[in-house]
């Protein structure tokens, strides 16, 4: 399916879902805004995981209106500007946004204020979420008030505002084939960012130059951007969930924690592996991190249609409470252990996460007051972890900063799991194989 088609036909099925509660609605989408990195500088830019959804327009500074009625497309962006592209690079303009882009009718953004009231009048509800942008709600407010105040008639004006997630984040939890292939490519790009990792790291090195490696890995394989900071934590900095400053020495005999993943199309890897910087484990992290292969793997059996994302965490957590038993660092009945929650101290975060355009994507994790179930297109991450602080009094000095997660992208399929993260080393002989092959 042309890229084309792909938008226009996530766009029909948007509409067949508004008309289905309003034939009159009118959705307002906003791209991402420009952050300032300092004075004049700008963070690189990445669109808005929606607006891309549904336009698949990555340029700045743009607006979609969906209208129900009539399957109207409308897009505001920058007008085509000569001087300044010769800073910033290529516009689509008004025109590309149609030829291009599948626009109806499109205007430069700044005739938003101008021309938004007339496109939000007479629809009864509308789509757009407030509270993203405070600065964009003033303008989407001002054309409410605009319709309000030249109309002078309620009836004109939408009376209902909705947030067009309830429609389009479920859209978004269920993959297509298009979508899956992105991910697969991203998976297979994050593998071997890993790998290299593995391969590289050293007694003597510092965390961001394996966080280089990573980079440079995504890079040279296509992948334009990372899905999220890079995690490199070596020894006590494993212990640490989202440690991102990665600029500690590795020391011989500890273990370094990655957790790291690329975007290929926009959607998003998610890969954490945990190794030891000299290749070998000790015994004390080498019963630790097969307490986490163990959940892990629970977890991933636990990922079949019908099931739950609350299934999957209870898998890894009955996994890793029977583990911290079985050496000593809990003690007692594992099902009262689990009742009490006393695994929390070293196991305190859930196990899995929808995955796609964002990395924590978008869905809803409850239906009806319940779990929801798991069905075929989702993607969920399987990621459990157990951390024993560097101060942690209630276990012998031996156990204490070591910090292990290990975890994979998993596909919801009628077959079962489909592992899409599979072949980064895994197992104790995997990881050290690959970690001595240098």
Not at 137 to 161: H, Q
Not at 214 to 238: H, M, Q, W
Not at 421 to 429: A, E, L
Request: aromatic letters at 8%; glycine letters at 8%; charged letters at 25%.
């Amino acid at each position: 399916m042309a890229e084309g088609n792909l938008f226009a036909q996530r766009r029909d099925a948007f509409f067949q879902a508004m008309s289905a509660r309003d034939p009159k609605a009118v959705a307002v989408i906003s791209s991402a805004p420009v952050a300032i990195r300092n004075n004049d500088v700008e963070h690189d830019y990445r669109q808005d995981s929606d607006f891309y959804y549904l336009s698949g327009f990555e340029e700045p500074e743009s607006v979609l209106v969906l209208q129900a009625n009539g399957r109207k497309v409308t897009m505001f962006v920058r007008p085509r500007d000569a001087e300044r592209e010769v800073w910033d690079g290529a516009r689509a303009g008004v025109d590309g946004a149609v030829s291009a882009f599948g626009a109806s009718q499109a205007f430069a953004i700044g005739e938003l204020a101008s021309k938004l009231p007339g496109l939000m009048e007479h629809a009864e509800r509308l789509y757009y979420r407030v509270g993203r942008d405070r600065s964009f709600d003033e303008k989407v407010f001002s054309a409410l008030e605009s319709i309000r105040r030249t109309k002078g008639t309620r009836d004109n004006c939408p009376y209902e505002i909705v947030d067009p997630g309830s429609i389009l984040h479920e859209m978004r939890l269920r993959k297509s084939d298009g979508e899956i292939e992105c991910m697969r490519r991203a998976a297979s790009i994050t593998k071997e960012a890993h790998i290299a990792a593995m391969r590289a790291a050293k007694p003597g090195m510092f965390e961001y130059e394996l966080e280089a490696i990573l980079l440079e890995t995504f890079r040279k394989r296509g992948s334009p951007r990372v899905a999220y900071g890079s995690i490199v934590g070596s020894g006590p900095n494993a212990t640490t969930l989202h440690y991102t400053a990665n600029t500690r020495k590795m020391l011989d005999g500890e273990l370094v924690l990655i957790d790291a993943g690329c975007e290929v199309g926009f959607y998003a890897s998610d890969v954490t592996r945990t190794f030891p910087v000299n290749g070998r484990f000790s015994k004390e992290q080498r019963a630790i991190y097969e307490i986490v292969l163990a959940a892990q793997l629970a977890g991933i059996d636990a990922v079949r249609v019908g099931s739950t994302n609350e299934h999957i965490h209870r898998a890894a957590v009955e996994a890793v409470t029977s583990g911290l038993v079985r050496i000593g660092l809990l003690s007692g009945s594992v099902t009262e252990l689990i009742e009490k929650e006393k695994y929390k101290p070293f196991f305190m975060h859930g196990t899995a996460h929808w995955l796609g355009l964002d990395v924590h994507d978008v869905g809803r994790y409850k239906s009806a007051g319940a779990a929801r179930p798991l069905q075929p297109g989702m993607v969920t991450t399987v990621e459990p972890g157990i951390y024993i602080a560097e101060n942690c009094t209630t276990v012998a000095p031996e156990w204490r900063g070591i910090g292990v997660r290990i975890e994979d992208d998993v596909l919801v399929t009628e077959h079962g799991p489909d592992v899409l993260t599979r072949g980064v080393p895994k197992t104790v002989d995997e990881v050290e194989s690959t970690c001595l092959a240098s």
